[in-house]
């Protein structure tokens, strides 16, 4: 079985600051991990994933992650907010068989305060 | 190259009526993906789909609910009777293929309020 954990389901940080979106998972094999971004009465649109390649993996819009295999952690970062980066956020995994199955976290409101 | 297109993106019933959402995914992708999001909680997986063929319904409602993608036309998600606790945002995917690197792309989202 896998999950997700997303640390704070509210975030806020000044334009600017430093963004840093928190994501812990369970995966009992080598695992594949999202980042989406849902705008209001939007869908969900792919920032990044981690594929067993690089760890340190970079996005669109500035998003770049982190994959820590000891700490089973995939936080998302951005140097400098944007009050376009007020969005929900979603960290997601897939693994093993089954592995079109994405498994989403509770997601986490980020608001940018100017 | 037009997106996943779902429709409607409201919809309104009372309990005991069925819904009907619809999903055309992108053009030349033939994995289609239903999720179900719930008020403050992820999304969650219902249905996998493939032209003709429900490849993987492990995450659907054992009653009430149906899906299919006919040969022609979008795929549909049904559901029968609705209940309140059918109230939620319906969000299909698609993809060019079924492992972990091909990207799933999601359409706006069906959102279902029951009354």
């Known amino acids: 079985a896998q999950s997700v954990t997303q640390l704070g389901s509210h975030v806020s940080v000044s334009e600017g600051a430093l963004v840093l979106l928190r994501c812990n998972y369970s995966?009992?094999?080598?695992?594949?991990l999202f980042w989406y971004v849902q705008y209001p009465n939007q869908g969900l649109q792919l920032l990044l994933k981690?594929?067993?390649?690089?760890?340190l993996v970079k996005g669109i819009n500035g998003f770049e992650a982190e994959f820590k295999k000891s700490e089973t952690s995939f936080h998302l970062t951005k140097p400098s907010a944007h009050m376009s980066d007020a969005a929900e956020y979603f960290c997601?995994?897939?693994?093993?068989?089954?592995?079109?199955?994405?498994?989403f976290g509770k997601g986490t409101k980020l608001s940018v305060i100017p | 190259n037009a997106g996943v297109m779902q429709n409607p993106r409201h919809l309104v019933r009372r309990r005991g009526q069925e819904a009907r959402l619809r999903c055309s995914p992108m053009?030349?992708?033939?994995?289609v993906y239903w999720y179900r999001q719930l008020p403050e909680e992820g999304l969650k997986f219902m249905v996998y789909l493939q032209k003709e063929n429900i490849i993987d319904e492990s995450g659907m409602p054992k009653e009430r609910f149906s899906a299919e993608f006919p040969k022609e036309g979008p795929s549909i998600l049904r559901i029968q009777q609705v209940v309140r606790g059918d109230s939620a945002a319906y969000f299909c995917?698609?993809?060019?293929?079924?492992?972990?690197?091909?990207?799933?792309?999601f359409g706006p989202g069906t959102r279902l309020t029951v009354l």
């Open positions: 995917a698609s993809s060019s293929g079924d492992r972990p690197t091909d990207t799933q792309y």
């Open positions: 995966s009992s094999v080598p695992p594949y």
């Open positions: 997601a995994v897939t693994s093993g068989a089954g592995s079109y199955q994405l498994t």
């Open positions: 053009k030349g992708h033939s994995h």
């Open positions: 981690y594929t067993s390649a690089a760890t």
